[in-house]
């Protein structure tokens, strides 16, 4: 088993940051994914960042809605991924998921409210 424990949200005002931050803990040998998926009320879940890991380093995938705006990293060490998340807008807000991939076993995070006030 993985767990996946999120912290970082909150509430901030339209153009401002927060960094969320999601450490994974249990039965991991190596990760292949980790990553952020969020929801939002009466939406379905959606993908906003994956960092995968690959023989030569390592991939990255964003939403079109976040790109130039939000930053994914990885912590391979901590087992640890962030998202630096810059010029918030209202419709950013959401459940925020931590995600992770082992292998091809997907896990997933409780959860961590971001709300950005217009």
């Known amino acids: 088993q993985v767990q996946l424990v999120e912290s970082g949200g909150g509430l901030v005002q339209a153009g401002g940051s927060l960094t969320l931050s999601c450490a994974a803990s249990?039965?991991?040998?190596?990760?292949?994914?980790m990553g952020w998926y969020r929801q939002a009320p009466g939406k379905q879940r959606e993908l906003v960042a994956l960092v995968a890991s690959i023989t030569s380093g390592s991939v990255i995938n964003y939403a079109d809605s976040v790109k130039g705006r939000f930053t994914i990293s990885r912590d391979n060490a901590k087992n640890t991924v962030y998202l630096q998340m810059n010029s918030l807008k209202p419709e950013d807000t959401a459940v925020y998921y931590c995600y992770a991939l082992v292998r091809a076993v997907k896990y997933w995070g409780q959860g961590t409210q971001v709300t950005v006030s217009s």
């Open positions: 249990g039965s991991i040998f190596s990760i292949d994914t």
